[in-house]
């Protein structure tokens, strides 16, 4: 049996020898060449025994057919040529940037931003990717201290069965500690005020180990933050800030801090962010926020830390966890676009400038809570804490449901409405007084600076 490739010199084919064989049908000529058409099927030859019909003339239309084939392939080649003419031109003018693999490796470790001058939008537009979750660690936690907050802790004395607290003996101890971030080269670091309340002294421990004494600038017990300064004999390694404003749900996000403390420095968790523009409302204070809600574990410890989006900025604040029984991945951040003014403020005067305050602790209730308690939907004064209020008239269990002509239909109403304001400011509000049966007493009341340093101060 023949097989082409025991016979690579072609002697043995039959359509070579002109023999016929009794496994195979009479060979007809090829119209060309007069050999015998051969095709394999499997291990057995082939050959086609059908008469093939001379081909039809048509060398007219195969020329014409190649003509129109040169033609297509000259056009081609003219867009081409016009293609990378054009690209080179763009290359020249700068407005197509060429790089080496090295250098696109460098410019890849940062996320970069251009606003055109003149535009219309100020929302940014990121030219570069996302760094590795281990490049991220890498650049943030040099960024990241410890915050440790001392204070004095007296021992009493029992004498005749009283008992005396000596002013003047007591040691300093630490009484809790937090996390910070560096800001700048010459030792200004952001924190959490609740991490320096109350702070004899506040020490900072670098993720190298290395110890400072820090003086606390400024504090907004508002806002919760705080600003702190060190000396040290070396340039310190700033965190670069980002725009909040760009995050999305389910973006991936670092939160890097110190959980328990030093014992557990420079820790780093991973999560998504879970939404956006959260308001949360400081139990103290009661002046409303929007936050940023994370799932990245933050724990006792992570207060004053950064929140890291994957291009290597810090765009938000780590806060405050809900710790409670069913709750998990439960965090808050302060969003870096509330961030950066505030900490501007504090540096200059020690404290936020220009936020203008009713001046007294209120507390939004629904129409649900007002049924129960009688009263009409609104934000229930608690206390009066100006004396411009005072002035105006306000008193403690007064319901403000409205200023100027917005209606209070939620605690950030109000906080919104006065970001509108400045200190001195003259607002309408629209007060529902149970005591007296008066639903619509309106009352001229002058703002207060909400300086943000008392804990028992003004409202939103």
């Known amino acids: 049996m023949y097989s082409p490739y025991d016979d690579p010199n072609n002697q043995n084919n039959p359509s ?22 051969q095709y394999t099927w499997g291990a057995q030859p082939y050959y086609n025994t059908a008469q093939p019909q001379p081909p039809k003339k048509e060398k007219k239309k195969g020329g014409k057919f190649a003509v129109r084939l040169l033609c297509a392939v000259l056009c081609c080649a003219v867009v081409s040529l016009g293609s990378v003419g054009i690209f080179a031109a763009l290359i020249q003018t700068g407005v197509v940037n060429v790089e080496s693999p090295a250098s696109a490796q460098t410019t ?7 606003l055109e001058q003149g535009a219309q939008t100020a929302t940014p537009t990121k030219t570069v990717g996302e760094m590795t979750s281990q490049e991220v660690a890498q650049k943030l936690i040099p960024s990241v201290v410890c915050v440790q907050n001392y204070q004095i802790s007296q021992q009493s004395i029992m004498f005749g069965g009283i008992e005396y607290m000596p002013s003047d003996s007591g040691d300093v101890s630490p009484t809790g500690e937090g996390s910070g971030i560096i800001f700048s080269k010459d030792g200004y670091i952001v924190t959490n005020q609740h991490v320096v309340d109350g702070a004899t002294n506040i020490k900072v421990v670098t993720h190298d180990g290395m110890s400072y004494e820090a003086e606390l600038i400024g504090e ?40 328990g403390g030093i014992q557990f420095n420079s820790s780093v968790t991973m999560g998504y962010v879970s939404a956006l523009n959260r308001q949360i409302t400081n ?14 574990a933050i724990n006792p410890g992570n207060s ?69 308690n009688g009263l009409t939907p609104g934000l229930y004064v608690w206390d009066v804490t ?7 008239g306000l008193q403690k269990g007064d319901v403000i449901v409205a200023i ?41 009341l002058v703002l207060s600076e909400n300086s943000g340093k008392s804990l028992t101060g003004q409202t939103n």
Not at 108 to 114: G, P, Q, R, S
Not at 225 to 253: C, R, Y
Not at 307 to 318: K, Q, R
Request: proline share 4%; charged share 20%; hydrophobic share 35%.
């Open 108 to 114: 890849a470790a940062f996320t970069l931003y251009k």
């Open 283 to 296: 139990g103290d204070t009661g002046f409303s926020m929007d936050c940023i809600q994370t799932d990245a």
């Open 220 to 259: 907004d017990t508002q806002t919760d933050l705080a600003v702190l300064k060190i000396n040290a004999d070396e340039e310190l390694t700033p965190a670069e800030f980002g725009s909040s404003e760009d995050l999305q749900v389910t973006d991936t996000v670092m939160a890097i801090g110190n959980p």
């Open 304 to 372: 004053g830390g950064a929140l890291v989006d994957m291009n290597g900025h810090v765009v938000g604040i780590n806060s405050s966890k809900i710790v409670a029984t069913g709750y998990e991945g439960l965090g808050f951040a302060i969003p870096s676009d509330t961030v950066q003014p505030i900490v501007s403020d504090l540096i200059e005067y020690g404290y936020v400038k220009d936020r203008a305050a009713l001046g007294i602790s209120a507390q939004y209730i629904d129409r649900m809570t007002a049924m129960w």
């Open 404 to 444: 100027d002509d917005t209606s209070v239909t939620s605690q950030t109403t109000v906080s919104a409405y006065l970001a509108t304001k400045k200190p001195g400011d003259t607002v309408t509000l629209t007060v529902s007084r149970a005591l007296t049966g008066e639903d619509s007493l309106q009352i001229e």
């Open 16 to 37: 070579t020898q002109n023999t016929q064989t009794s496994d195979t049908r009479p060979v007809q000529p090829n119209y060309y060449t007069q050999q015998p058409v």
């Open 386 to 392: 100006s004396q411009n209020a005072q002035n105006a």
